[in-house]
């Protein structure tokens, strides 16, 4: 039965009119698979079928180099290059750029230790989406243009568009005439995202300060966002060398402070004897 549903999909047609890509598909048989398993949980089952994804899937995960970001950044248009920009800095999710409203944006730095104001994230899929997201010095000071020429809005999209919504709603085409432009490997546009998560993570964040960030339900989805490069693995035993080196000063700065007490110790204790004779 899931295979005739899996070759039943694969001929239907998504909005567009085109085939329903692979990655729709394997969506699709996650909902399916974790509905049977469910299933199994309450009782209704005995067992759920194992469901395979469908190989071919393009991965999102690629991360952009600082050379790449720059080209596409140069190649795009205005509101596509300010929306990356937002996308790489923060590590928002595209939809999350698209819906932001303009009194979800905060320019004052709250908290200490703040420096650029936050984005607020108001709804998501689970109650960790709900959260604010530090800015950029860079994001800031794009936010902030785009603030003062929508005449410093109450309520808004950041991002209008003549749609009927009203605000961006697809930025699929866009990003491939820009990467034309750039020269730049084909990447979704969700690798913007996978990009500033795994930025995070080589500038030493660890996984729980990116589960806040990025809004994830469990902090084994940010530690896929920790990739070990060889600079970071060589970076971290250059940090261990450095921990062992101090750990030794100071049991070599103690062992010298022991033995400049001893001595003291024995005069006084002979000096005493010497009293109670």
Same mark, same amino acid.
């Given at each position: ?75 795009? +248009?205005? %509101? ?19 819906? +932001? ?15 650029? &104001?936050?984005?607020? #994230? ?12 530090? %800015? ?19 309520? &808004? ?33 969700? +690798? ?17 300060? @990116?589960?806040? #960030? ?5 902090? %084994? ?11 970071? @693995? ?26 400049? @007490?001893?001595?003291? #110790? ?12």
């Amino acid at each position: 039965m899931v295979a005739e549903y899996v070759a039943q999909r694969r001929t239907a047609k998504g909005r567009t009119g085109k085939p329903l890509a692979i990655a729709s598909l394997n969506r699709e048989l996650e909902v399916l698979r974790r509905g049977l398993r469910l299933a199994v949980e309450w009782k209704v089952l005995q067992r759920s079928p194992k469901i395979s994804k469908l190989r071919g899937e393009r991965k999102r995960d690629r991360i952009l180099a600082h050379e790449e970001e720059q080209s596409y950044l140069s190649a795009a +248009c205005p %509101l596509l290059r300010d929306i990356a920009t937002v996308l790489i800095d923060t590590g928002l999710q595209p939809g999350n750029v698209s819906v +932001c409203l303009g009194h979800h944006v905060q320019f004052s730095p709250a908290g200490a230790g703040a420096k650029y &104001g936050f984005v607020h #994230i108001p709804a998501g899929k689970t109650d960790f989406a709900i959260r604010n997201v530090p %800015l950029t010095a860079r994001a800031k000071a794009l936010l902030e243009v785009r603030y003062e020429q929508q005449g410093r809005p109450v309520e &808004g999209w950041v991002f209008p568009a003549p749609t009927k919504t009203g605000r961006v709603q697809s930025m699929q085409s866009q990003p491939r005439r820009a990467l034309k432009r750039s020269g730049v490997n084909r990447f979704e546009v969700y +690798c913007f995202r996978h990009t500033a998560l795994t930025r995070l993570g080589e500038a030493g964040a660890d996984a729980f300060a @990116i589960q806040r #960030i990025a809004g994830h339900s469990s902090v %084994l989805i940010s530690q896929r966002y920790q990739h070990p490069t060889p600079e970071r @693995i060589e970076s971290a035993f250059t940090a261990l060398e450095s921990y062992n080196r101090r750990k030794e000063s100071e049991l070599e700065e103690q062992g010298q402070a022991t033995r400049s @007490i001893v001595p003291t #110790i024995s005069t006084t204790v002979a000096f005493k004897a010497e009293d109670s004779q």
